[in-house]
């Protein structure tokens, strides 16, 4: 069963902070890499963060010091702490699993992914 269900977006103020969620199937959790894409309006789809079953982790350059991504075995489920907020973070957040690759520009590899959970970044 294919299940990525993800949680948390919402609407903060710059410098705010949010936690997505992604509740996985076993068989998606399992899977070689687990990874957030966004998209904003007008703009191409554009990886964030990827962490691979050993648990190396990728970063966007745009993100990196200020975004986390983790992963809880027991819940199956895939996290995005992220911390000082900007406008510019303002997208569709999307929880994302490949078999394949776990490379952020690769995203072609990723055959699964979730609904989405909008988040909004007010100056």
């Known amino acids: 069963q294919v299940q990525l269900v993800e949680s948390g977006g919402g609407s903060v103020q710059a410098g705010g902070s949010l936690r997505l969620s992604c509740a996985a199937s076993e068989y998606t959790y399992s899977m070689f890499c687990m990874g957030w894409f966004r998209q904003a309006p007008g703009k191409e789809r554009e990886g964030v963060g990827t962490?691979?079953?050993?648990?190396?982790?990728r970063y966007a350059d745009s993100v990196k010091g200020r975004f986390t991504i983790s992963k809880d075995a027991a819940k199956n489920t895939l996290y995005l702490q992220m911390n000082s907020l900007k406008p510019e973070d303002t997208a569709m957040y999307y929880c994302?699993?490949?078999?394949?690759?776990?490379?952020?520009?690769?995203?072609?590899?990723?055959?699964?992914w979730g609904q989405g959970t909008q988040v909004t970044v007010s100056s």
């Open positions: 994302a699993a490949s078999s394949v690759s776990c490379a952020l520009d690769m995203s072609r590899w990723f055959r699964y």
């Open positions: 962490i691979d079953s050993g648990g190396s982790k």
